[in-house]
């Protein structure tokens, strides 16, 4: 930034020291050439730009004494030698906090803050989830040679700030209570972190999307690969190219918020009367019960997808720079209602809706593999990001054939980027050359249950405290028992071995059905879950058998990616497009428990290492 310019903007905030910050944007926005603030390049902020202007508004602050300072102890550390190098990853502040812990490189432990809160998505500092890594590992927190954390929060601030100089008065709801937040934590990351942990060893930042990277590369099998990230946004970040060999990570190519495909798809998530940053994969789920009837009204009015897979969305449609809201009465008058509550009828036009944007969505995750694919040349993809979750668009990315295979982050959201940057950290930082050299033969990742286990005691002490009627059996009677059941058509909670980390039950902590049960789906559904008729069921199967099922020739470890039943299976149906319940029960093929309407599935496929790995 020019000086002038950067002495102008802390002068204008000095002489409003006593009203709203607010009121500084408005004077500065007013002041002649004030918009060389943002270093367009390209229509995009320039890497430079980001970090100057990032520099003058934490300086602004500072001398404003808007914030207090969380000061920490000065203590001298005597330096011990550590056998094993420990970095731990967190994620947190926003939602689904996590963390990661990783020993010489390997994953020792990774969860989710919401498996011990018990809270979905909790976004608060991972108190338990690091004490539960640090106990799996068996070492003190003094024994962590260093902390990372997933994302750069003076970056974050900046783009919040440039977005409501923009819009300006209007996101004065937005800034005034998002600055209170920034105010309490995001601007004082590794002092919060020391003073929760009483941590006194060194905290480090990663970039939001280079940490989706990371744990989309480290932890596949490949050596040399195109990485793919795609979320709502990082700090500027909402999409980014990279690729990946001998260990190091390159980002190529980034798109810029606001435009973006997670806020798009968040967007119809909000409209068809899902939450946002959880019912997304509901609305996946939808769509396959309507018609792309709006495609071309998506395509149209909201949103220009470029050759490259990168997206411009037309913000007069769009409320979230504005208001706590993603879309706009200008959005819902576009559709011709309002946003559905969650409460109302799911009709055909909503159905019709669901379908017209995954339609979109798989269109554009298409068209950014491919430029990928051009820009990289790699033989094979890893993906991670929110937007990575979703199955569809995943499926038919693996069955387009422009990458040999394409290996996905289980946790693809923020909770997978605890273990990212931790990963990312370790190897810019402590990785030997050897490590960094060395030729991958198997995927880091294994099995992705790196949760907590519970042992035969501690279950049976549990039990014994609350009165609980059970009845011990051996493993081999166990499993003949549950067959039994399944076959008889009973439903089974089973809690076996280590918790998943990421959002999809792998068999650790999951509800079993018998797949041939036409009416297994509604059961589960209504009468156990409580949740939505259409939602779909995923089929585990054995790896050695998922081609005799399903039209898929590879493994599906992980339930991302989605594949038709095989069309032998398959049964004729009369679909009744008005009345989701009797669509849903109808019986599509002599699978019909997992059979979704469009004869798709949720496919995981079940290895025999992985069945022993979850087995108590």
């Given amino acids: 930034m020019n000086p002038d310019y950067r002495e102008r903007f802390i002068h204008l905030a000095e002489q409003y020291e006593n009203v709203s910050f607010v009121d500084v944007i408005e004077k500065f926005k007013r002041e002649k050439d004030a918009y060389k603030l943002y270093f367009k390049k390209d229509e995009h902020y320039s890497e430079y730009g980001h970090q100057v202007v990032a520099e003058a508004i934490i300086e602004t602050i500072q001398n404003l004494n808007l914030l207090t300072s969380q000061k920490t ?6 330096a011990e030698p550590k056998a094993s190098t420990y970095v731990l990853g967190i994620s947190a502040f926003y939602h ?5 812990l990783i020993k010489d490189g390997e994953i020792i432990a990774a969860a989710q803050e919401e498996r011990f809160t018990r809270i979905k998505n909790d976004p608060r500092f991972p108190e338990k989830a690091i004490n539960y890594c640090l106990e799996e590992a068996k070492i003190s927190l003094e024994q962590v040679s260093s902390i990372a954390f997933y994302d750069h929060p003076y970056l974050t601030l900046e783009r919040i700030l440039a977005t409501q100089v923009q819009v300006f008065p209007k996101g004065s709801e937005i800034w005034k209570e998002m600055f209170v937040k920034w105010a309490s934590t995001k601007l004082h990351i590794p002092a919060l972190i020391r003073s929760y942990l009483d941590y006194r060893g060194d905290v480090y930042i990663v970039d939001h999307h280079q940490s989706h990277a990371a744990s989309a590369y480290f932890p596949s099998p490949f050596t040399k690969a195109a ?20 260990n190091e990570i390159k980002i190529l190519k980034e798109m810029h918020y606001p435009n973006s495909v997670g806020l798009l ?11 946002v940053n959880e019912g997304e994969y509901k609305l996946m789920g939808l769509a396959p019960y309507g018609e792309p009837t709006y495609v071309g009204i998506i395509k149209e009015k909201l949103i220009t997808i470029h050759e490259d897979g990168s997206i411009t969305l037309n913000m007069e449609y769009f409320g979230f720079n504005e208001k706590f809201c993603m879309i706009n009465e200008k959005f819902e008058a576009l559709f011709g209602d309002s946003a559905r509550q969650k409460d109302e009828k799911i009709t055909k036009k909503v159905m019709d809706i669901a379908n017209s944007i995954q339609v979109v969505t798989n269109e554009i995750i298409l068209k950014m593999a491919q430029y990928a694919k051009k820009l990289t040349g790699a033989d094979y993809l890893c993906m991670a990001g929110g937007v990575a979750l979703n199955c569809v668009a995943n499926g038919k990315l693996l069955r387009s054939g422009i990458f040999k295979d394409v290996w996905i982050q289980p946790a693809a959201g923020d909770a997978g980027s605890a273990l990212g940057c931790a990963l990312e950290l370790y190897y810019t930082k402590f990785a030997t050359a050897q490590q960094k050299q060395a030729v991958k033969r198997s995927c ?7 949760g907590p286990a519970y042992s035969r005691d501690e279950i049976k002490s549990y039990l014994d405290t609350y009165q609980y009627k059970y009845v011990e059996l051996n493993p081999s009677k166990r499993n003949s028992l549950i067959a039994q059941y399944l076959a008889d058509g009973k439903i089974i909670g089973h809690f076996s071995g280590r918790v998943e980390y990421g959002p999809r039950a792998l068999g650790a902590r999951s509800i079993l059905g018998d797949a041939r049960d036409e009416q297994a789906q509604s059961i589960l559904n209504l009468k156990i879950k409580f949740r939505e008729s259409f939602r779909p069921f995923a089929p585990t199967v054995l790896e050695e058998e998922i081609s005799t099922y399903f039209d898929i020739d590879r493994p599906s ?13 398959w049964l004729k149906t009369h679909p009744d ?3 989701i319940i009797q669509t849903v029960n109808q019986k599509r093929s002599d699978l019909p428990a997992i059979t979704h309407i469009d004869y798709s599935a949720r496919i995981q496929s079940i290895a025999k290492m992985i069945i022993q790995s979850i087995t108590i």
């Avoid at 102890?73 to 005597?78: G, L, P, R, T």
């Avoid at 470890?557 to 299976?569: G, N, Q, S, T, W």
């Fill in 96 to 100: 689904d906090a996590a963390t990661a």
């Fill in 265 to 275: 798809y968040s967007a119809f998530t909000y409209y068809t009367g899902f939450k």
């Fill in 577 to 579: 497009q008005e009345d």
């Fill in 557 to 569: 470890p992980y339930m991302l990616l989605i594949a038709d039943v095989r069309k032998e299976r």
């Fill in 444 to 450: 880091a990742q294994k099995s992705s249950y790196w």
């Fill in 227 to 246: 990485i793919l990230t795609v979320d709502g946004v990082g700090e500027w970040a909402t999409a980014t190219i990279g690729y990946a060999e001998n």
């Fill in 73 to 78: 102890k000065s203590v001298e550390i005597k």
